[in-house]
């Protein structure tokens, strides 16, 4: 045992060690000493998947469950597996659209929707806020194991220290910066700190339990043996144990894509794609490392007599038991960097994606004239401070009940939500953004009600007859039997069925519904920039400078200054003018104007994401009519030089408040896509020109080949005449 003191001393250094380590690493990389750019330092951080429902949690599932701990891992490497085909295009979308998050990319896949990233934000708040409580009640519960203090005293205590100081580690190294697709390397320093501390930890007291309190494997399989305990090492327990791992690896699978903290660290803090490559064999040997002690070490806590219900507490009672405050220490910062890692990533992810998809429309619908510009990254701080006290709140009010333990699967089973519209949306260009609201919208409203609703009746917050005859007597809406269904867990039935309606709807609203020309154009780019090709730019071509630059810089140092800070954008519009060249100007062409907004638009994407900007540039960017007049005029021009057949845009009327912007944004598109046709067209040409040379040397091979054909037949015909000759 341990002082609650000594505990907390104990919390305070590690903490210390790590924003020491953070901030020489931010040193070393402001003055240009070092980079930070290793493989090893990424694949490293994708290790932040194992939280402390991993460190402790893998050894309570395996006392009911055995073996079957591992099918949420053995997912989570099948999907590493595909890193190289999946992860590596998210990367391109990212450094093409400048993306933020999980949220940012599905929007961006569907036209910019911003009601599809407002959904894919609330999915991931709901989802994930209750799995942030169960990490600080792993840390609370820890501390009282170790210190034999009170739980009450635990919360006022370590819950609430634990708290303000992931507050603060958040803020100061993962939410100081506007602009979150800025890599944040001191963060990830102390991550990979938090991975290897983890990794080590558990290996150490798996080598302790088996190799100190017993005599090796064998001596733990004998003794498993002798006390019927040899279901740990069984692949099947149960009747539907086959259904439940597929269950399990399908989980294990879209977590690795689709959870925000996931797509961050594997995504957004990418450097360099040729580090996904490291990822094939690290993960894999990371995650069989972690867990092979887990059976072992759930074997010895039941064999050493401690009770299967506290197995998630067995890493750190089996070291009380053998009275080795060592052990014990290092079990408990083992657990907290696993628990913390995931708080500090999953927090800053769900801040950028609450301020960019749900503060910042509601702000830009509900006050337009309100400036935020001065304040953004306070929003994105106390968001930070709101989405930590709220899982503090709900880990003090759910405490021990039935909500905390079921919650890591219920969480993974809520993201998992997401697969239809960001997995298949990647690969099959028909899906669009009225299939994917469905999709996400009715995926997520099944999971509720079949995993949340019988958790709430667990938990005594509604009436009992739900699990018994179903709500309102209606025996097929029963959460755990949908549609009469019966045989299956609640976790395994909740999958299939919010994957059947997520995919149906998914699939059937984009073959009915057609999208908008402007949703094919940025599909298509999309999945072009997916699948490596590069995203054209349209460049000045000098038309007739009447433009007066003045006005329109104003213009955007107005939007501007709604969203990032004032002292910036001076700087900020500064520099787009000298990579554009037109500082000193006083008017400008429609092109240069086309290519400053493009510009505006990929700058505000950095910082309030591409769906938002996207927005902000419509309500905030207007066209006169003659600017308007001759972006369709030019529209018209560069279709009907480049494809003939395509429809002419309508010449006659002013644009309505943000039409202007919308009708940049489709010449824009429309000049890629048939850039895009014309070198399709091309390369036909070069196989149709390619396979009219190879018809044509068959042709001259076929002519050589008759000619050498008459001549042997001349000079035969001569010999037989020659002989006929010399006979007669």
Request: charge should be neutral.
């Amino acid at each position: 045992m341990f002082s609650p003191v000594t505990a907390l001393l104990a919390v305070l250094i590690y903490m210390g060690i790590l924003f020491a380590l953070a901030q020489w690493v931010e040193k070393r990389i402001s003055s240009g000493r070092s980079r930070f750019s290793s493989s090893w330092i990424y694949a490293l951080s994708q290790a932040v998947f194992f939280t402390s429902w991993t460190f402790y949690g893998s050894v309570g599932f395996a006392v009911e469950k055995g073996l079957q701990f591992f099918g949420i891992y053995v997912g989570a490497m099948l999907g590493m597996a595909f890193s190289g085909v999946i992860l590596k295009r998210m990367v391109r979308a990212k450094e093409a659209f400048h993306i933020t998050s999980i949220a940012d990319f599905i929007a961006t896949r569907y036209n910019h929707s911003q009601r599809i990233a407002a959904l894919v934000t609330l999915i991931a708040l709901l989802g994930l806020l209750p799995y942030l409580a169960l990490q600080l009640t792993a840390i609370v519960n820890a501390f009282a194991v170790i210190s034999g203090t009170p739980g009450q005293h635990d919360w006022n205590l370590t819950g609430t220290l634990v708290t303000l100081v992931m507050i603060l580690f958040t803020i100061i190294f993962g939410v100081r910066r506007l602009d979150p697709t800025e890599r944040h390397q001191g963060m990830i320093s102390a991550l990979v700190a938090e991975c290897i501390v983890k990794l080590v930890a558990f290996l150490i007291l798996g080598f302790f339990t088996t190799y100190t309190l017993f005599d090796g494997p064998a001596d733990l399989l004998a003794r498993m043996r002798d006390r019927d305990l040899l279901y740990l090492l069984q692949l099947h327990n149960g009747a539907n144990s086959g259904v439940e791992w597929l269950t399990l690896i399908a989980l294990g699978f879209g977590a690795i894509f689709c959870l925000p903290r996931q797509f961050h660290v594997g995504v957004v803090e990418n450097g360099n794609r040729k580090h996904i490559r490291q990822l094939f064999w690290t993960f894999p040997l990371y995650t069989i490392l972690i867990s092979l002690f887990v059976i072992p070490i759930t074997a010895a806590g039941l064999l050493l007599g401690l009770p299967g219900e506290r197995g998630d507490q067995f890493m750190l009672l089996i070291p009380q038991i053998a009275n080795s405050p060592s052990m014990t220490l290092l079990s408990f910062l083992g657990g907290f960097a696993a628990a913390t890692g995931m708080l500090l990533i999953t927090t800053m992810t769900l801040a950028t994606m609450a301020s960019n998809h749900l503060i910042l429309p509601f702000c830009r619908i509900a006050l337009p004239s309100l400036g935020i510009g001065g304040w953004l990254l306070q929003l994105r701080w106390t968001l930070v401070a709101l989405i930590l006290a709220s899982g503090y709140l709900m880990a003090r009010i759910l405490g021990e009940s039935y909500v905390l333990v079921s919650i890591g699967l219920i969480s993974f089973a809520a993201v998992l939500q997401f697969a239809p519209a960001l997995l298949l949306g990647m690969f099959w260009r028909h899906g669009n953004s009225t299939g994917a609201l469905l999709g996400l919208g009715s995926g997520f409203l099944i999971w509720a009600y079949t995993l949340v609703i019988p958790a709430w009746v667990q938990q005594g917050w509604l009436p009992a007859h739900w699990l018994q005859n179903g709500p309102f007597g209606i025996g097929w809406l029963h959460p755990e039997q949908l549609f009469g269904i019966a045989g299956m867990s609640p976790l395994t039935h909740s999958v299939f069925w919010s994957l059947i309606f997520n995919s149906s709807f998914y699939i059937l609203a984009s073959l009915l519904f057609r999208p908008s020309k402007s949703e094919r154009s940025l599909t298509r780019e999309m999945l072009t920039c997916l699948r490596g090709g590069a995203r054209p730019r349209a460049g000045a071509t000098g038309l007739n400078n009447y433009i007066e630059l003045k006005p329109k810089l104003s213009e955007a140092e107005t939007v501007l200054r709604k969203y990032l800070h004032p002292e910036k954008v001076s700087a900020l519009l500064g520099q787009m003018g000298d990579d554009l060249q037109i500082s000193g100007k006083e008017r400008i062409t429609i092109i240069e104007l086309m290519e400053l907004h493009r510009m505006l638009e990929h700058l505000l994407a950095g910082s309030i994401g591409a769906a938002a900007a996207h927005a902000a540039m419509s309500d905030g960017i207007h066209y006169s009519e003659r600017e308007s007049s001759d972006l369709k005029a030019l529209y018209s021009h560069l279709i009907c030089e480049l494809n003939p057949q395509v429809e002419k845009p309508p010449q006659s009327g002013a644009p309505q408040n943000g039409a202007g912007y919308d009708l940049l944004v489709e010449l824009q598109q429309t000049i890629e896509e048939l850039k895009r046709r014309s070198a399709e067209q091309q390369q036909l040409i070069d196989k149709l020109e390619a396979r009219a040379e190879n018809q044509y040397q068959q042709i001259f091979d076929l002519r050589m080949d008759a000619q050498r054909l008459r001549t042997e037949n001349e000079q035969l015909r001569s010999r037989l005449l020659d002989t006929e000759s010399d006979q007669a």
